[in-house]
């Protein structure tokens, strides 16, 4: 692990790379509540990418694993000032479905059929 740590901070390609495709990732998961909430007008770009950023770095204190409870009452506190509550919890569990729960979802179905590849060529070999 150190010397392949060593070898990818040498690379500053690989580097610059990491970051842009972390930052492509957080994009769009920062612009999952203003999606759910476009067609209401509740809140802007700017807004979405604030709010959900904030909740989800002022979760990342409080130590639950994976943020659990602490992500959905702090974005849910902050929407609601935005949105009213009802819209701010429906956004809330859209937002955690989007970024825990479909991603596991996605992930099991490629395991499970990269076994089910793997056991058919198992039983028919060429």
Avoid: H
């Avoid at 994009?27 to 809140?43: D, M």
């Avoid at 959900?52 to 602490?70: C, D, E, Q, Y």
């Amino acid at each position: 692990m150190e010397e392949s740590g060593t070898k990818l901070l040498n690379d500053w390609r690989v580097i610059v790379s990491c970051i842009l495709k972390n930052m492509a990732k957080l994009c769009f998961w920062y612009s999952i509540p203003f999606l759910i909430l476009w067609q209401t007008g509740g809140v802007s770009l700017l807004t979405s990418f604030s709010v959900t950023s904030l909740s989800v770095m002022t979760a990342a204190v409080i130590p639950t694993p994976a943020g659990i409870g602490s992500t959905e009452l702090i974005m849910t506190s902050l929407y609601a000032v935005l949105v009213g509550s009802s819209q701010a919890a429906a956004v809330t569990l859209l937002y955690r479905a989007a970024t825990f729960i479909f991603p596991f979802v996605v992930g099991a179905g490629c395991i499970l059929g990269e076994r089910v590849v793997k056991r058919v060529r198992r039983l028919n070999p060429r």
